[in-house]
């Protein structure tokens, strides 16, 4: 995040927009796209993000098509049969892109726009496990034109919605998708919802009941990232899947995710990314035994220990964890005030 904040391919992008010049061009781009979307909201009740989503998507001039099928594909290629880009008619590039390639999604510029048409055209494949990403897809493409000086052309013909290397890769593609993050769970919308599910505990269950109700569509992953940043308490978010052991005899749980929010960057927090799980631990429990079933549990992190150091810190925490395909998703929030300090930050 701290190379974001100072990146030469973000400052001259907050130039093109001619924001103000600062320290942190990541803030900049943010506030600038947050900004231009309340001004959107201006005289409108919205009650759900993907009703923010729609109406965005209008003032953008961009119309989004989600394909849900391969039959899908042709008949997109059929409405919109008069885009030629690059010389290249539209049916044969949608069935280069989704169905030879692995594309998941395109933005086109309307090559001959008419009065009531949109100048952009979004596809976005939703078709079976990419059904989960789409949500964010869409709302990564819409984060993309908000960061768009009005006179520039955002790209000759079309462009492709980048692969996960490339997000992480490209400066631009990071910073757009942490602002894609913070539009498609609408603060004003989303933590009210989180708030009202949850009832003073921030579970999974909570986490789906509210992404159901205002922000329809979204992973369980992404909900929860979202939830955890919004939560008023200390909470950090955990991923862990399955890898090779170190003396490579078989497999081990660790972790692969370690986000803390800002009520959580001063905990005494010593767990990190590729410790092993502790059998007795309820994310170990999640994965091994329980299935799909939520698994809460009190813990301690003198549970985990490091080879050749032993165990961990003491620190009280309560878990809630739950299975989702080959990973394990929980939520670690603080149960005592006790072992805080100065957060080190390499937690990011």
Known sequence: MMELMRHPKLRQVARDLELPASDDALRDLREHAVERVRNMMTGWTLDTVEDLRMRVADQLSVKLVFITSDDDIYRIAAEFAHYKLRQVPLPRLLEAEFITGDTEGLLLDNPSPVKGSRRYLAIIDARGPRAARAYFTGWHELAHLLLCPPRQRVFDGFRRSPSELQRRKDPLESAVDHIAGLLA????????????????????????????????????????????????????????????????????????????????????????????????????????????????????????????????????????????????????????????????????
């Open 185 to 348: 769970f609408w603060e004003p919308i989303f933590k009210p919802a989180l708030i009202t599910a949850a009832g003073g505990d921030l579970t999974f269950a909570a986490i789906e009941t509210a992404a159901v109700l205002v922000a329809p569509g979204a992973s369980l992953y992404a909900a929860s990232l979202a939830a955890t940043r919004v939560w008023d308490g200390a909470a950090v978010f955990v991923t862990c899947e399955e890898g090779t052991k170190t003396d490579g005899t078989g497999l081990a749980l660790r972790i692969q995710t370690l986000i803390p929010n800002d009520h959580a960057r001063s905990l005494d927090l010593s767990i990190r990314r590729s410790m092993r799980v502790p059998i007795a631990s309820a994310l170990w429990r999640a994965f091994y035994e329980t299935s799909d079933t939520e698994c809460a549990a009190n813990e301690d992190q003198a549970l985990w220990e490091v080879a050749g150091r032993g165990n961990l810190p003491k620190l009280p925490w309560a878990v809630q964890a739950v299975r989702r395909g080959g990973a394990v998703y929980a939520i670690l929030k603080p149960t005592a005030s006790r072992g805080l300090r100065r957060y080190a930050g390499n937690l990011n």
